[in-house]
């Protein structure tokens, strides 16, 4: 069964006291997002995710989009949802207030998203890519167009989209060929084709602000010539009233393994008007302002989907009776003891409780960051802020991705038989959790993006927010009366993922080959050794809590003990091979000729 | 696209160099299975599975099963295939030839498996199951039984099934609460309720021959109070020919993720008519020689579906014009090169490459052994066979399925978004290959049995034929000119394998959840060190092969060495961490309350 309460507690406890409340009441405008002030939206969140959105999951699997003659129909109950969604005040709750927004930080931001994501995925992206174009506008669009489209974006009223994709190009947006011609009032006439176009249709909007990657004229070739195009569904009068339909059109939709209630949308261009967004030839620049933040909010689909996966696997844990438990019977008054007694289930149960909090403390702390980047009056510490958000970012992507992929197949499993079978709906979780490791670039190009950008920018820069940290706090806890034999392993965790770094470093200087060939298992050892660190800190955080008397809470710091032993134990020693992988180099990868395949 | 050609000279390579020639030939009845018999029926089955099974794959996933008022109506173009099928013998092909079977060789039998559940996995069952029907009923039933029903079910006129589950036991049979009420004939009226029964109702067979387990009035509670019956769906006059109906039905199919052309029926036995199969209370045993076969089935549908997602993700990597090398381009004349190119790409076809081919190996090897321990004249050589066998089933069973899977999910990886979306066909991999982790036993059952029955039966008498072979190479060949080097890395993980014999064998004496906490774990390490020394095998041989100058075949031969160095290098080492979780014990895993999840 679909079963999902937002796990409250631990997301107070990532934002409160494992990231801590001083470094986001320290912040400009957030002085008072103290529990008192956070909890309460937190609670109504969950609200909605539990109670609109979460009921509608399986309808939206079941009866998907339709698409008839350039329309798309969302599915029973979306439109009610997503007006409530918008009068919730849920679409512009991150926006900043100079354009109708609730300024309030991505630390808070970034645990609603995972609400939604674990209740709906499907409609959680139809106001979550209007954050991205929002972002996008924001940065590089001029006063006029954002005093525009901005508004009605953060209120809900119009949506985003981002459209990079064509048939022949995705990875390599340097092959694309719309084109954009220009006009003598200074707009532009968009003509081509895209796919793979979520929202680029639907009944949810007023109207649907298209953001287009196309070629000028006289622009180079490849990559280096592609600008962005902010192109409405609807053109807009001047005094923001819908004019005539532009010409932008859905000219299908596809037929998908999962998100079976997004919109993926083939869109037809047909010298729509268009303006252009930042610099000529810049527009992979501005896109990638939409791009970062849309890829952080894949990775949290990614611990969306995953978390609901583990509830709904824990409700049948406990529920579903077979065998007996192997150390006597636990339940002798019923014909057999709930599986969750079993060794091996509790196995799965435990990774899937260990990947989600791991990774829900990962989202938070770079959301906190964010919040720093954006927000701190120190240009330095805003800097470095920066420079972690830009690190992790494909680690977030990737490792949340890949993760709630595989906590869904987990929960499957789990349900046996029944899982593989519609009527529980976890079968769903496994299909919707699938496109996340491939949309906003698939993860093999978040590793790629992490050795080839991020690894060795400025010197390696952009580590030294996260090794300095780790480095110092093995020093500081090593000789812990109550973490330091959790700290040895983890310190051999971080020991292999310096020495990959270094051996990274050197071998692709001289072979970029060798880096490719060692980036998407840098990627995963990078995220195991990171979810580590920050289980040990939260184990830290567990024990002082515990010895400070929260009695009334022992259970669930206790809680936190057990899975940070386990994630060190049965987890962390995944980075050896990892490391190993990695030294091995591109030789045998690359032996082969392409015939023999 | 799906596209599959069956991988004639990786099978030729397995079973005539790897494993060898000579101990088939050796077995009586199997004196002439050389290359120049055994190639042209694989080539035969090559056709069959590539140009009739495999364009129903598609067919069958969209249309699936339909079921109207007790009928059950298969996709458009199966009855034909299934015609084929039967009138070309494929029925018939390892059935003794006492039973108007063909007797040939599993050897060859679980190749020809492979082809079909490459093709068409839905397809496969229908006869699978009727080949584990087969078994149980020519080992446990009567002569009587035997005469009437084998030689139509080996003929493919009628069809077999396992009907064992309800819906509040699988794992758990000891539950099950289906009757059996003897009568004065000697025969049995049996009622209850069954589900998850695949091939339970279809338009096939003239005939479906069940076999039931149910519990007989005095029978002892659990597992051991349980009995085999054998339930026609048509009564069987004494000539043959079909009677009245009798009273088992199914009363719907299941919607399921996959496999959406096999009927997975409800069924409704309501005094049926039945025959006891075996003795009394002794269903599990029967049941167990189906199961036996089947689980070793499954295995294969797990490979089988994994080589055709591979071929279906060279194909697409060929095709797939993406980016340019990072060592220059290698087609400069095109608008960019084949993401083949990129090292991650081929990062992960060398992974299912690896994969495929050494579970082929692992398979063929098994088969063998099955051949002898039913064929051979040296007593003791067959008892060491059959205890290979037992201690093998769970391995391939749960290995191959999960590899099944992965390798279905890199399939999708490589296409990108196009792997997401229907058109391709790669997608339904990924749907049809996740069920066979669960069905026959899950693969976490699977580790159970590994550790619980089959690592310590007899003093662990059924490790000897792995471990002792494994031993001896590793012995002869650590110094050799040419693999040595391989052999090294490879011993370590062969290390680690028994360390973590040694340490479930004293920890799981004292706690038998100690074995249930390492099992699933156990397995794995278990697989990976098979595949590891079969991988060195099969380098050891293709190097003899070049140095005998077999160079019209050389670039086969290299890319065996290839694909076996990118296995020790990068697959081998994940033999570690499953060491370190095995030795971290229940503790960490159990210590939570059930409440607290």
């Given at each position: 069964m679909q079963t999902y309460q937002a796990p409250l507690r631990d997301m107070r406890f990532v934002m409160h006291e494992l990231i801590g409340t001083e470094s986001l009441v320290a912040l400009p405008g957030c002085e008072e997002m103290t529990p008192d002030l956070t909890d309460p939206i937190l609670e109504e969140a969950a609200k909605l995710a539990q109670e609109v959105l979460l009921p509608l999951n399986v309808v939206g699997d079941i009866e998907g989009c339709v698409y008839e003659n350039g329309v798309v129909r969302t599915p029973t109950g979306f439109k009610e949802a997503y007006k409530a969604f918008c009068e919730g005040g849920w679409t512009s709750l991150a926006a900043s207030a100079e354009w109708?927004?609730?300024?309030?930080p991505e630390s808070l931001n970034k645990q609603v998203e995972e609400m939604l994501c674990a209740a709906n995925i499907s409609f959680s992206l139809y106001p979550g890519l209007t954050q991205g174009a929002y972002h996008a506008l924001r940065h590089h669009a001029s006063q006029e167009l954002k005093e525009i489209y901005l508004p009605p974006m953060v209120e809900g009223r119009w949506s985003g989209t981002m459209n990079l994709t064509e048939p022949h190009c995705g990875t390599d947006l340097g092959l694309l060929r719309t084109k954009a011609v220009p006009q003598e009032d200074g707009s532009y006439l968009i003509t081509g084709n895209k796919i793979?176009?979520?929202?680029?249709?639907?009944?949810?909007?007023?109207n649907i602000v298209h953001l287009v990657l196309a070629r000028m004229p006289d622009a180079p070739a490849g990559i280096k010539g592609i600008s962005l195009f902010l192109v409405p569904k609807f053109l807009v009068n001047p005094d923001g009233s819908l004019g005539p339909r532009n010409g932008a059109k859905a000219t299908g939709i596809e037929h998908k393994?999962?998100?079976?209630?997004?919109a993926t949308c083939q869109m037809s261009f047909d010298e729509a008007k268009g303006w252009l967004i930042?610099?000529?030839?810049?527009g992979m620049r501005a896109m990638f302002t939409m791009m970062n933040t849309e890829r952080l909010a894949v990775g949290v689909q990614g611990l969306g989907v995953g978390e609901a996966a583990y509830q709904s696997a824990v409700f049948y844990a406990k529920e579903r009776l077979q065998g007996r438990s192997?150390?006597?019977?636990?339940?002798?008054?019923?014909?057999a003891d709930p599986i969750i007694v079993h060794p091996d289930i509790r196995r799965s149960l435990m990774t899937m409780r260990a990947w989600n909090e791991g990774c829900r403390a990962l989202a938070g702390w770079v959301a906190r960051e964010i919040d720093i980047s954006e927000r701190s009056n120190d240009p330095e510490r805003r800097q470095s802020a920066e420079d972690f958000t830009a690190l992790m970012t494909p680690v977030v992507k990737a490792l949340l991705t890949d993760l709630g992929f595989e906590n869904a197949s987990q929960a499957v499993q789990i349900y046996g038989g029944h899982g593989y079978i519609?009527?529980?709906?976890?079968e769903q979780y496994l299909r919707d959790a699938r496109i996340a490791m491939i949309y906003e670039g698939t993860n093999g190009i978040q590793a790629l993006d992490l050795?080839?950008?991020?690894?060795?920018?400025h010197m390696g820069r952009f580590l030294r927010p996260f090794f300095h940290p780790v480095s110092e706090f093995i020093e500081a806890n090593k000789?812990?009366?109550?973490i330091g034999v959790l700290v040895g392993p983890f310190a051999k965790g971080f020991g292999a993922l310096q020495l990959a770094t270094g051996h990274i470093a050197q071998a692709g200087l001289k072979d970029p080959e060798e880096a490719g060939a060692a980036a998407t298992e840098y990627l995963r050892l990078f995220g195991i050794v990171a979810l580590g660190y920050l289980w040990l800190r939260a184990a830290k955080v567990a024990n002082a809590a515990l010895a400070n008397g929260g009695a009334s809470e022992a259970e669930f710091y206790k809680s936190k003990l057990a899975t940070a032993r386990f994630y060190i134990e049965?987890?962390?020693?995944?980075a050896a091979p990892l490391l190993a992988g990695i030294k091995a180099g591109k030789a045998a990868m690359m032996a082969m000729e392409e015939a023999a395949f």
């Amino acid at each position: 069964m679909q079963t999902y309460q937002a796990p409250l507690r631990d997301m107070r406890f990532v934002m409160h006291e494992l990231i801590g409340t001083e470094s986001l009441v320290a912040l400009p405008g957030c002085e008072e997002m103290t529990p008192d002030l956070t909890d309460p939206i937190l609670e109504e969140a969950a609200k909605l995710a539990q109670e609109v959105l979460l009921p509608l999951n399986v309808v939206g699997d079941i009866e998907g989009c339709v698409y008839e003659n350039g329309v798309v129909r969302t599915p029973t109950g979306f439109k009610e949802a997503y007006k409530a969604f918008c009068e919730g005040g849920w679409t512009s709750l991150a926006a900043s207030a100079e354009w109708g927004g609730q300024g309030l930080p991505e630390s808070l931001n970034k645990q609603v998203e995972e609400m939604l994501c674990a209740a709906n995925i499907s409609f959680s992206l139809y106001p979550g890519l209007t954050q991205g174009a929002y972002h996008a506008l924001r940065h590089h669009a001029s006063q006029e167009l954002k005093e525009i489209y901005l508004p009605p974006m953060v209120e809900g009223r119009w949506s985003g989209t981002m459209n990079l994709t064509e048939p022949h190009c995705g990875t390599d947006l340097g092959l694309l060929r719309t084109k954009a011609v220009p006009q003598e009032d200074g707009s532009y006439l968009i003509t081509g084709n895209k796919i793979f176009i979520s929202a680029g249709e639907h009944d949810l909007a007023e109207n649907i602000v298209h953001l287009v990657l196309a070629r000028m004229p006289d622009a180079p070739a490849g990559i280096k010539g592609i600008s962005l195009f902010l192109v409405p569904k609807f053109l807009v009068n001047p005094d923001g009233s819908l004019g005539p339909r532009n010409g932008a059109k859905a000219t299908g939709i596809e037929h998908k393994l999962g998100i079976k209630a997004s919109a993926t949308c083939q869109m037809s261009f047909d010298e729509a008007k268009g303006w252009l967004i930042g610099e000529p030839n810049k527009g992979m620049r501005a896109m990638f302002t939409m791009m970062n933040t849309e890829r952080l909010a894949v990775g949290v689909q990614g611990l969306g989907v995953g978390e609901a996966a583990y509830q709904s696997a824990v409700f049948y844990a406990k529920e579903r009776l077979q065998g007996r438990s192997l150390s006597g019977a636990k339940h002798p008054d019923k014909a057999a003891d709930p599986i969750i007694v079993h060794p091996d289930i509790r196995r799965s149960l435990m990774t899937m409780r260990a990947w989600n909090e791991g990774c829900r403390a990962l989202a938070g702390w770079v959301a906190r960051e964010i919040d720093i980047s954006e927000r701190s009056n120190d240009p330095e510490r805003r800097q470095s802020a920066e420079d972690f958000t830009a690190l992790m970012t494909p680690v977030v992507k990737a490792l949340l991705t890949d993760l709630g992929f595989e906590n869904a197949s987990q929960a499957v499993q789990i349900y046996g038989g029944h899982g593989y079978i519609r009527d529980h709906g976890v079968e769903q979780y496994l299909r919707d959790a699938r496109i996340a490791m491939i949309y906003e670039g698939t993860n093999g190009i978040q590793a790629l993006d992490l050795v080839g950008r991020k690894m060795g920018a400025h010197m390696g820069r952009f580590l030294r927010p996260f090794f300095h940290p780790v480095s110092e706090f093995i020093e500081a806890n090593k000789d812990d009366a109550q973490i330091g034999v959790l700290v040895g392993p983890f310190a051999k965790g971080f020991g292999a993922l310096q020495l990959a770094t270094g051996h990274i470093a050197q071998a692709g200087l001289k072979d970029p080959e060798e880096a490719g060939a060692a980036a998407t298992e840098y990627l995963r050892l990078f995220g195991i050794v990171a979810l580590g660190y920050l289980w040990l800190r939260a184990a830290k955080v567990a024990n002082a809590a515990l010895a400070n008397g929260g009695a009334s809470e022992a259970e669930f710091y206790k809680s936190k003990l057990a899975t940070a032993r386990f994630y060190i134990e049965r987890i962390l020693p995944q980075a050896a091979p990892l490391l190993a992988g990695i030294k091995a180099g591109k030789a045998a990868m690359m032996a082969m000729e392409e015939a023999a395949f």
